[in-house]
């Protein structure tokens, strides 16, 4: 089956640090790759995603590039905030939308 | 309505208690689905509508659980007997076939 592994958190950076999120993915046939992010008290929402190989999805300052030889799709950002604090989701999906998570992984950023 | 809504937010049960979770969608969503997250987990598939169709229910953990949309909109996930393993929050989203999916802000259920 689908199976989606992340990065264990939780990350804690100071503000203006880079980030890295691991992401890597097993699945049958070629899934759109996505990460969410669930701000505190708040539902998930779309951050970026891709659609095919060697794609990269880009959104807020954040990217992440469907790597198909690695069956990856690692989260990174050049300088965090401390608004960028949340609860992160790595997630494929197939064809017929049904998605399959990440544990997901906490950052938080302080100041 | 402009997302995806969910009712009620907050739920406790009894024990033994039989609930029910709604699921407004956005207007003219096709496709809907369920998800339970544990906590500290990421969200798990419960099952996936095409209008009113429920064409994979393959996720749904025991045959407590029950999830219909009769008129292919709202939709409710009914859990009979809760179970203190039931508790998790309860998200729906729903999208367009193809598109990005809209995510409610889930319904946390605690069984004490």
């Known amino acids: 089956g689908n199976s989606v592994t992340q990065m264990e958190g939780p990350v804690t950076l100071s503000e203006e640090a880079f980030l890295t999120i691991n992401c890597t993915y097993t699945?049958?046939?070629?899934?759109?790759l996505f990460w969410y992010v669930q701000y505190p008290g708040e539902g998930l929402q779309l951050l970026l995603k891709?659609?095919?190989?060697?794609d990269k999805g880009s959104n807020k300052g954040f990217e992440a590039t469907y790597r198909k030889e690695t069956t990856s799709f690692h989260l990174e950002k050049g300088s965090v905030q401390v608004s960028d604090s949340a609860v992160y989701f790595c997630a494929l999906r197939t064809n017929a939308g049904k998605s399959t998570f990440g544990d997901g992984t906490t950052l938080t950023v302080k100041p | 309505g402009a997302g995806v809504s969910q009712s009620p937010r907050y739920k406790v049960a009894k024990r033994g208690q039989d609930v029910a979770l709604r699921c407004d969608p956005i207007?003219?969503?096709?496709?809907l689905f369920w998800y339970q997250q544990a906590l500290g987990q990421g969200p798990e598939f419960l099952t996936y509508f095409q209008n009113e169709a429920q064409l994979d229910k393959s996720g749904l953990p025991s045959d407590r659980f029950f999830a219909e949309r009769p008129e292919g909109s709202v939709s409710t996930l009914k859990i009979q007997r809760t179970q203190q393993e039931d508790s998790a929050v309860y998200l729906c989203a729903s999208m367009v076939v193809g598109a990005e999916a809209f995510f409610g802000q889930g319904t946390r259920l605690t069984v004490v």
């Open positions: 891709a659609t095919k190989a060697d």
């Open positions: 207007s003219g969503h096709v496709s």
């Open positions: 699945a049958t046939g070629y899934p759109s």
